[in-house]
């Protein structure tokens, strides 16, 4: 028999208890189907045909499973005029996301590093001015921003969006990294000026790597928000340079024929996927850097 | 080679608030010289002055002859050690030594050498792969100070070093510090808020109290003529007793009268100090007595300059090889340092013999020495 403990917390092991902890799982199993459930019917239905979504209910299994709904989610679905599918918009949010991520992760990196560890005059109005903008809502920055864009001649361009998605996740990477920081010992910045590196000395080889977990989080949150986000897309980019959430946008919102709810969840799975991706990787690698403790010195 | 600091009139101020407030200090090359004080007192900003991580609000520094006051830490040809270590967490012992001498570009094959001879000089040849944290407080002390020695300056700085370790570990490497100074024969400036690691280290000790220096000199003459009741009191463990009174001449001869109505003693002052006061009659005087001049009476071989007096144990405190005695007179405590065979009950009366000639003088309203 397993003796029943938390963390090793000792626990009574009485009748009351076992029924409670029966209590608790069977409400947790609850909430987790209540929150599966979405999923599974996007699921279930991508894998029917169209008569079968015709003919059966929601929640039904699909009797005969078919990938046809995904392969023209992919390819062949039309989107506005083009039915390429999404593949070429896929594309587009990822020379999108990946380079914005890395830019708006390394400058809030070293934002981070400079208000905390290089402490000048005027670092707290500074401070106070970026996490300011943390809390400006995107519908503020539309107008702005397309003016922006116009003149730098990057208006519908997939770098016009890069350059917007860096520029309004900074706010949040500075935060992050900031605070972050802060706790990292000034010790160990001062011990490295006296062995005679400098800034960037300290940051690259000093610093950064003390600051994993911070990356992985600011990573994570970074590819989740510019990969999701709709409205900067929809109102910076045009037809081809479009992110592959407005593409899914067009599809599921075709006017014309019928409409292919397999096709339609394919493609919204197809396009949630890379989130998911970095969430299993990356969230699984923050949580082992975590475990491991040796982040402190 | 070492190198001498000049510190003139420096001073150093946090936005309104001054820390520094006007220092000045010289140590000669080779120097150990030990910066003690009460936390808070600014011994680390007055350490980081010197090393170039703060900057001056005034004032100059000079190292081995050049003023310095521009001059970025990685110029001044100084190591440091910390009181939290400060090691890079992500780096091996081995990169941690040698990561001064990566930074500047010192060739491989010399930074092997250097850390070849030093990890052996500090026992740290088998961590030398491991990560900090994987090593115990001492082993950190150990690299910490390994990353300093291998740079080869002229100047050592150390901020609380010891004050992380437990009291045998900082026993012991108190006294490898202080084997590693005469072997190496650098400057050293060494800050601690412990009385005793500044006695033992240094070749002389400045007292710090709230920016500015009390008292600058070898360890016996702060030990022995404290200029005020802030040094006198800052330094000896237990520390000195201090007894307010007034001065009484009668005839040629001069006390001390402490207490209150209900207990009252007379210190008679030895001609040494009587001869050399100029205070008149019923001047408040503060009189200062270590607990070491203080004992059983009749135990020590008979000198000149004794008194003897009367009063009843009130605490008494064995610390192994001796014992302390608390007692009272009027509303003060005083230790006395007894030897444990002549300590007696709590409540009993006993008999006090001082050492008039080792007492000390101070103005009560000024607190410096009379
Ligand atoms: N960067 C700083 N900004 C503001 N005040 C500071 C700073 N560094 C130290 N101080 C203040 O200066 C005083 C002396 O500090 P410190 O030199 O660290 O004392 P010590 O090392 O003697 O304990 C303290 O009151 C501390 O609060
Ligand atoms: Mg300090």
């Given at each position: 028999?397993r003796?029943?403990?938390?963390?090793g917390?000792?626990?009574?092991r009485t009748?009351?208890?076992?029924?409670?902890?029966?209590?608790?799982?069977?409400v947790?199993g609850?909430?987790c189907?209540?929150?599966?459930?979405p999923?599974?019917?996007m699921?279930?239905t991508?894998?029917?045909?169209l008569?079968?979504?015709?003919?059966g209910t929601?929640i039904?299994?699909?009797r005969?499973?078919?990938?046809d709904?995904?392969?023209?989610?992919w390819?062949?679905a039309?989107?506005?005029?083009?039915c390429d599918?999404l593949?070429?918009?896929?594309?587009?949010?990822?020379?999108m996301?990946?380079?914005?991520?890395?830019l708006?992760t390394t400058l809030g990196?070293?934002?981070?590093?400079a208000l905390t560890?290089w402490r000048?005059?005027?670092a707290?109005?500074i401070?106070?001015?970026?996490l300011?903008?943390?809390f400006?809502?995107?519908?503020?920055v539309?107008?702005p921003?397309?003016?922006?864009l116009?003149q730098?001649g990057?208006?519908?361009?997939?770098?016009?969006?890069?350059?917007?998605?860096?520029?309004?996740?900074l706010?949040f990477?500075?935060?992050?990294f900031?605070?972050?920081f802060i706790?990292?010992?000034d010790?160990?910045v001062?011990?490295a000026?006296?062995?005679?590196a400098?800034?960037?000395?300290?940051?690259f080889?000093?610093?950064?790597?003390?600051?994993i977990?911070?990356?992985?989080?600011?990573?994570?949150?970074?590819?989740?928000?510019i990969?999701n986000d709709?409205l900067?897309?929809?109102?910076?980019t045009?037809?081809?340079?479009?992110?592959?959430?407005?593409?899914?946008?067009?599809v599921?919102?075709?006017?014309?024929?019928?409409k292919?709810y397999?096709?339609?969840?394919?493609a919204?799975i197809?396009?949630?996927?890379?989130?998911?991706?970095?969430y299993?990787?990356a969230?699984?690698?923050?949580?082992r850097?975590l475990?491991a403790?040796?982040?402190?010195? | 080679?070492?190198?001498?600091?000049?510190l003139?009139n420096?001073?150093?101020?946090?936005?309104?608030?001054e820390?520094?407030?006007?220092?000045d200090?010289?140590?000669?090359?080779g120097e150990?010289?030990?910066l003690v004080?009460?936390?808070?007192?600014?011994?680390?900003?007055l350490?980081?002055?010197i090393?170039?991580l703060?900057t001056?609000?005034g004032g100059?520094v000079?190292i081995g002859?050049k003023?310095v006051?521009?001059?970025p830490?990685r110029?001044?040809?100084?190591?440091?050690?910390?009181?939290?270590?400060a090691l890079?967490?992500?780096k091996?012992?081995?990169?941690n030594?040698?990561f001064?001498?990566?930074?500047?570009?010192?060739?491989?094959a010399?930074q092997d050498?250097?850390v070849?001879a030093?990890?052996?000089l500090?026992q740290?040849d088998?961590?030398?792969?491991?990560?900090?944290g994987q090593?115990?407080g001492?082993?950190r002390?150990r690299?910490a100070?390994?990353?300093a020695l291998?740079?080869d300056?002229d100047?050592?700085?150390?901020?609380e070093?010891l004050?992380?370790?437990?009291?045998k570990?900082?026993?012991?490497?108190?006294?490898?510090i202080?084997?590693l100074?005469?072997r190496l024969?650098k400057?050293?400036?060494?800050?601690?808020h412990?009385q005793i690691e500044a006695?033992t280290?240094?070749?002389?000790i400045a007292?710090?109290?709230e920016?500015?220096i009390?008292q600058y000199?070898?360890p016996?003459?702060i030990?022995?003529?404290?200029?005020?009741?802030?040094?006198?009191?800052?330094?000896?463990s237990?520390?000195m007793n201090?007894?307010?009174g007034?001065?009484?001449r009668t005839?040629?001869e001069v006390?001390?009268?402490?207490?209150?109505?209900?207990?009252?003693v007379?210190?008679?002052?030895?001609?040494?100090?009587?001869?050399?006061?100029e205070?008149?009659?019923?001047?408040?005087?503060?009189l200062?007595l270590?607990?070491?001049?203080?004992?059983a009476?009749?135990?020590?071989?008979?000198?000149?300059?004794?008194?003897i007096?009367?009063?009843p144990?009130?605490?008494?405190?064995?610390?192994?090889?001796?014992t302390?005695?608390?007692?009272g007179i009027g509303?003060v405590?005083l230790?006395?340092?007894?030897?444990p065979?002549d300590a007696?009950?709590?409540?009993?009366?006993?008999?006090?013999e001082?050492?008039?000639s080792k007492a000390k003088l101070?103005?009560?309203?000024s607190?410096r020495?009379l």
């Open positions: 028999m003796p029943r403990t938390t963390n917390i000792v626990r009574p009748l009351q208890s076992s029924v409670l902890r029966g209590l608790l799982f069977l947790l609850l909430f189907l209540y929150y599966l459930i999923l599974i019917v699921i279930s991508s894998l029917k045909s008569t079968e979504i015709r003919e929601l039904s299994l699909p005969e499973i078919t990938f709904a995904w392969s023209k989610a390819e062949s039309c989107v506005g005029v083009r599918g593949k070429p918009f896929m594309w587009n949010s990822i020379a996301a990946v380079p914005a991520v890395l708006s990196a070293i934002n981070g590093y560890k000048f005059p005027g707290n109005w401070f106070a001015l970026i300011f903008g943390a400006i809502p995107f519908q503020v539309l107008l921003m397309a003016r922006t116009g730098l990057l208006a519908g361009t997939v770098p016009g969006l890069i350059l917007v998605h860096t520029v309004y996740g706010a990477t500075t935060l992050f900031r605070n972050f706790g990292v010992s010790g160990i001062k011990a000026q006296i062995d005679g400098g800034f960037f000395g300290i940051f080889k000093i610093v950064l790597p003390m600051s977990p911070a990356i992985v989080v600011t990573v994570i949150w970074q590819f989740t928000q990969w709709f900067f897309g929809v109102a910076f045009i037809g081809d340079s479009n992110p592959v959430t407005v593409a899914l946008n067009n599921v919102n075709t006017s014309t024929g019928v292919e397999n096709v339609d969840m394919a919204a197809i396009a949630a996927l890379p989130t998911m991706l970095v299993v990787v969230g699984a690698y923050f949580v850097g475990s403790g040796s982040m402190k010195g | 080679m070492a190198a001498g600091i000049e003139k420096v001073q150093k101020s946090f936005g309104n608030t820390v520094i407030k006007g220092i200090l010289n140590i000669e090359p150990f010289v030990v004080g009460p936390s808070g007192c600014g011994k680390s900003t350490l980081n002055l090393s170039g703060e001056l609000s100059d000079t002859g003023v006051n521009n001059t830490p110029d001044r040809d100084i190591a440091m050690v910390f009181q939290s270590y890079y967490p992500t091996t012992v081995r990169d030594i040698t001064g001498m990566q930074a500047r570009r010192v060739p491989k010399e050498a250097a070849a030093f990890s052996g500090l740290i088998h961590l030398l792969d491991r990560k900090p090593l115990s001492g082993q002390q690299v100070m390994g990353r291998v740079r300056p100047v050592f700085l150390f901020d070093p004050s992380n370790l437990d009291a570990l900082r026993i012991d490497m108190r006294t490898e202080k084997k100074h005469l024969g400057t050293v400036v060494y800050v601690t412990d006695m280290l240094a070749s002389r007292v710090m109290d920016g500015r009390r000199g070898p016996e003459e030990y022995e003529n404290p200029v005020d009741l802030f040094v006198a009191g800052f330094m000896g237990p520390p201090m007894l307010p007034r001065l009484l005839g040629d006390f001390v009268e402490t207490g209150d109505d209900e207990a009252r007379r210190f008679p002052l030895p001609d040494a100090i009587a001869n050399r006061i205070v008149g009659n019923g001047h408040e005087v503060v200062g270590r607990p070491e001049a203080i004992f009476a009749g135990t020590e071989l008979p000198g000149a300059d004794r008194f007096f009367e009063r144990v009130e605490v008494v405190e064995p610390t192994g090889p001796d302390m005695i608390v007692f509303s405590e230790i006395a340092r007894v030897r065979e007696r009950d709590p409540g009993t009366p006993f008999s006090f001082v050492d008039m101070f103005d009560q309203s607190g020495s």
